[in-house]
């Protein structure tokens, strides 16, 4: 791997926590208390998984140059990986068991802009 390339990884991630990090600010305001961040499970890792009282969401970040980029990042073989690990984590966490439990997609760009996508496996 070349320095410039290693470079670019770093940064990506970097991006990818600080766009995490929003992601968990705008939920607090919201009112959401966050169980957890990157959460990682058999099935695959969960970025974000917080709750109200009436509802469990299991949120996936994207951080793109553009929110279209990050619109289109999220592939179906993610998506079934959101659900096997939800899946998992609910039946090892009953406690977080809500009368509504959904999958919101939070897109970043590399301006600082977000959009908020809430159901996402609903709406494919």
């Not at 992601?23 to 957890?36: P, R, W």
């Not at 993610?78 to 999958?103: D, G, P, S, V």
Request: glycine share 6%.
């Amino acid at each position: 791997m070349t320095l410039t390339r290693q470079a670019r990884g770093h940064a990506a991630h970097a991006a990818g926590l600080e766009a995490e990090r929003r992601t968990g600010a705008f939920l607090l305001k919201k009112g959401c208390c966050i169980l957890a961040t990157r959460c990682r499970t058999p099935y695959g890792e969960i970025d974000l998984i917080a709750a109200s009282p009436k509802r469990l969401l299991f949120v996936e970040v994207k951080q793109r140059r553009t929110l279209d980029e990050a619109a289109f990042a999220l592939s179906p073989a993610q998506q079934k990986r959101l659900l096997r690990a939800a899946e998992y984590l609910i039946h090892k966490n009953a406690l977080w068991c809500r009368e509504e439990t959904r999958f919101d997609l939070a897109l970043h760009d590399m301006s600082g802009g977000m959009r908020w996508i809430p159901d996402i496996l609903r709406s494919c």
